[in-house]
Nanobody, 125 residues
Framework: QVQLVESGGGLVQPGGSLRLSCAAS????????IGWFRQAPGKEREGVSC????????YYTPSVRGRFTISRDNAKNTVYLQMNNLEPEDTAVYYC??????????????????WGQGTQVTVSS
């Protein structure tokens, strides 16, 4: 498994921005599918954005399209989630995930084996 460590969460006002980072150790992330997920209290874990390394496709859940961007810095072995124009509904614990298998879904936790510990994002005035 890949060891993943997220950072960058915090408290931000509506309309603000945050950039989450996910640093990996041991294995190069460039060889893995990457996903960002979030889980709010009482809700299931939701796929926010995923990158399929096999074909280079990127998925965003509809509620974040145009506001969030997933990216990767191979030199730093780190993936990012840039989040702009944040809304209170974006409040959740955010997790990054990695897997080197075939993705059966657009962006489902079922496709990912390695997970970070999560970072809290709170959007509130």
């Amino acid at each position: 498994q890949v060891q993943l460590v997220e950072s960058g969460g915090g408290l931000v006002q509506p309309g603000g921005s945050l950039r989450l980072s996910c640093a990996a150790s041991v294995f190069p992330l460039k060889d893995f599918n990457i996903g960002w997920f979030r889980q709010a209290p009482g809700k299931e874990r939701e796929g926010v954005s995923c990158f399929d390394n096999r074909d280079g496709s990127t998925y965003y859940t509809p509620s974040v399209r145009g506001r969030f961007t997933i990216s990767r810095d191979n030199a730093k072995n780190t993936v990012y989630l840039q989040m702009n124009n944040l809304e209170p509904e974006d409040t959740a614990v955010y997790y990054c995930a990695a897997d080197n298998g075939l993705m059966d879904y657009d962006c489902s936790p079922l496709d990912f084996e390695s997970w970070g510990q999560g970072t809290q994002v709170t959007v509130s005035s």
